[in-house]
Each structure stands twice: as structure tokens, then as C-alpha cells.
């Protein structure tokens, strides 16, 4: 049981890793996460 529910620690966006990689797949147009790439590819070949 949290005593606090709703804050969770995360070291990722503590350091600034999440807003990298949002920067990086929005100035190139490719998703980093594997579903976001299956999803473009997907679309791309008009599977979806």
C-alpha cells in the first residue's frame, strides 16, 4: 500500500532521458519504442 498514491520516482525523467528521446523521435519522425515503429511500418504498408 502507498501512503502517497500518484508520486513514484522515476531516475529516467529524473535525468532527462524521456524528454531526449521525445526530442530525438520528433526531429527525426521515427517512434524509439518498439510498438511506435511497428505501428509506423505497420501504416506505411498500409497493414493499418
Known amino acids: 500500500m502507498k501512503i ?3 508520486l513514484t520516482f522515476s531516475w529516467k ?9 521525445r526530442k530525438i ?4 519522425g521515427i517512434p524509439l519504442t518498439r510498438s ?3 505501428n509506423k ?3 506505411w504498408l498500409g497493414m493499418k
Not at 525523467?13 to 528521446?21: E, Q
Request: proline fraction near 5%; charged fraction near 25%.
Open 4 to 6: 502517497l498514491p500518484g
Open 13 to 21: 525523467r529524473a535525468l532527462g532521458v524521456t524528454a531526449a528521446k
Open 25 to 28: 523521435s520528433r526531429a527525426t
Open 36 to 38: 511506435g515503429r511497428r
Open 41 to 43: 511500418l505497420g501504416k
